[in-house]
Structures are given as C-alpha cells and as structure tokens.
C-alpha cells in the first residue's frame, strides 16, 4: 500500500479516515469502547497527524489511523488479557482485525509493533514514525504533553467534535486496574511514575 501523508493541515473532515480499513477500524472501536475511550483513540490520530504535518513527517496515514483506533481495545472487558499488558493484547486485536482487512503480514506486524511501542517514549520519529506520533499523540491527549505545540484553534475544535467524556478519571481507573493485576508491566510503571497526577492537571479537561 502507498504510504499517504497529508498535505495540508488535518481538518475535521480528515478526523476519520475514509478507507475501507479506516471505516472498518472505527466500526470496530466504537463497537468495543465506549464513547470516552473511543473519542480518546480519535484524538490520539488527531494530535499525532497534526504534529507530523507541522513538523513536516512523512509516514503512512492509514497505518497511523487504525493503529491508533485500536490501541487501547486491550483496555475493554472483551480483550482485556489476564497475562499480558494491555497494549500487547491491543496489538494482537489490531492484527486479527488487520488479517480480516487483508492486509499482508509485515503489514500487519507493524499495526501491532506500532501499539506495543506507544507505551514507550524513547521511539524516535526517525526509528519507528508511525510508533513514535501514536505516542506523541496519545501522551498529548492522556496528560496534556506537548500541548503548546498545538495550535489552539485545533485543539479547541477537535475537543469540540470529540469531546473528553470524563475520559482522565476512567483512563486512570482503567491502567491502575491493568497495574494491579499485572505489576510487572508498562502500566505499572506508569501508575507507579505520577500518572494519577499528571492526567489530574491535564489542560484538555478543562478545556472540553
């Protein structure tokens, strides 16, 4: 598949991917995670396709995109593995969805490296950077990171089309969940680092 990479500033319109894999991955989100959960995985693509056109990042959109609207299904009751840590089994579920997509293995493998790597915040644009923008975007979303470098007309509309939901409150209960049952992974470390406190003074909830 060509790699696509937007050309101009992303707009609400390009907030949902209109591919048969896009619309097959947001079908599938919002089948799964609620409204909070499934707002969270959009603004995630958006934050992090905005930040790649303003720092001038080519990468594969569509790639990007179902990653990102898969990457926290591990979270949901139906895929919530009792061993392994939540974005592992969350790129395990972008894979099977991906295969009935039909897209070709190496494909498909990197749907799930890009959400196993998410978790981490040391994957450079120039390593990895589909992992490297669904980290920045979901770390501006979860904690408010790297706000300033958002316009804040966008972020003002994007709260605006998906709104927060109570989204840090249930986040947090979510991973302090997943930290509790499974002390050994990335999660836990996470919970252990100041999560509750960073997701607490994230601007965004004040915001919308």
Same mark, same amino acid.
């Given at each position: %598949?060509?790699?696509?990479?937007?050309? @101009?500033? %992303?707009? #609400? #319109?390009?907030?949902?991917?209109? @591919?048969?894999?896009?619309?097959?991955?947001?079908?599938?989100?919002?089948?799964?995670?609620?409204?909070?959960?499934?707002?969270?995985?959009?603004?995630?693509?958006?934050?992090?396709?905005?930040?790649?056109?303003?720092?001038?990042?080519?990468?594969?959109?569509?790639?990007?995109?179902?990653?990102?609207?898969?990457?926290?299904?591990?979270?949901?009751?139906?895929? $919530?593995?009792?061993?392994?840590?939540?974005?592992?089994?969350?790129?395990?579920?972008?894979?099977?969805? @991906?295969?009935?997509?039909?897209?070709?293995?190496?494909?498909?493998?990197?749907?799930?490296?890009?959400?196993?790597?998410? %978790?981490?915040?040391?994957?450079?644009?120039?390593?990895?950077?589909?992992?490297?923008?669904? *980290?920045? +975007?979901?770390?501006?979303?979860?904690?408010?990171? +790297?706000?300033?470098?958002?316009?804040?007309?966008?972020?003002?509309?994007?709260?605006?089309?998906?709104?927060?939901? +109570?989204? +840090?409150?249930?986040?947090?209960?979510?991973?302090?969940? *997943?930290?509790?049952?499974?002390? *050994?992974?990335?999660?836990?470390?996470?919970?252990?680092?100041?999560?509750?406190?960073?997701?607490?003074?994230?601007?965004? $909830?004040? *915001?919308?």
């Amino acid at each position: %598949m060509t790699p696509l990479t937007p050309a @101009t500033p %992303m707009t #609400a #319109a390009a907030w949902a991917l209109d @591919t048969p894999s896009g619309r097959a991955a947001r079908e599938i989100a919002a089948e799964y995670a609620d409204g909070a959960l499934l707002n969270h995985s959009v603004r995630s693509y958006a934050f992090a396709a905005e930040y790649a056109d303003r720092h001038g990042l080519s990468y594969d959109r569509e790639l990007l995109y179902v990653s990102a609207l898969a990457h926290d299904l591990g979270l949901t009751a139906p895929f $919530d593995s009792h061993t392994l840590p939540f974005e592992e089994a969350g790129g395990h579920v972008a894979r099977v969805l @991906t295969a009935g997509l039909g897209w070709p293995a190496e494909r498909r493998a990197r749907a799930e490296e890009i959400i196993v790597l998410h %978790m981490r915040d040391d994957v450079t644009a120039a390593e990895d950077v589909e992992s490297h923008l669904l *980290q920045v +975007g979901t770390s501006a979303d979860v904690s408010g990171l +790297g706000l300033a470098d958002f316009d804040p007309a966008f972020t003002a509309g994007l709260l605006a089309e998906y709104p927060r939901l +109570g989204f +840090g409150d249930a986040f947090f209960a979510l991973v302090a969940d *997943q930290a509790v049952r499974k002390p *050994q992974c990335a999660a836990a470390a996470y919970v252990a680092g100041g999560a509750k406190e960073r997701i607490a003074a994230n601007p965004l $909830d004040r *915001q919308g």
